[in-house]
């Protein structure tokens, strides 16, 4: 969606003059907060990135990066049961949460790999099996009906 110059102005002062945040300025205007983003950028602000907050698992990092870079398939409760040993006082949950976005990421194929169930694939065509192999019934038998 683009916006007409008025709107841009009104942005760039409520920003430069008013010292509006973002949020703020998208709820006055009625606009979308990522189009106040996109001005504000291309007025040549650089888009401010959230600052990560401290969390408690942070001063146990090197030792999860340590212990993955030896044992990448070690379990993140395993980790937590190491950490806790360590003094960490918080959750698992929180934990394993931090654990998955440290650990190594498989390299992706580049080509699809089909998964099928035994039978779940392949085409028969019964009829023409059915049709190369009679029943070879001898002459003094009679076949059945």
């Not at 973002?22 to 009625?30: K, S, W």
């Not at 979308?32 to 291309?42: E, F, G, W």
């Amino acid at each position: 969606m683009s916006i007409d110059k008025e709107m841009e102005a009104k942005i760039l002062r409520y920003h430069f003059v008013e010292h509006w945040g973002v949020n703020t300025i998208a709820v006055q205007l009625g606009v979308h907060h990522t189009t106040v983003d996109r001005v504000l950028c291309q007025a040549g602000l650089p888009k401010l990135e959230r600052a990560r907050k401290a969390s408690i698992v942070d001063p146990y990092y090197p030792m999860i990066l340590e212990e993955l870079a030896k044992y990448p398939k070690l379990s993140a409760t395993r980790l937590f049961v190491m950490a806790r040993s360590r003094g960490y006082p918080g959750s698992s949950s929180q934990f394993r949460a931090h654990v998955s976005q440290l650990r190594p990421r498989k390299t992706p194929e580049a080509y699809l790999r089909l998964k099928t169930l035994p039978g779940e694939q392949g085409q028969v065509d019964w009829g023409l099996c059915r049709a190369r192999h009679k029943p070879h019934y001898p002459e003094h038998q009679t076949m059945p009906s």
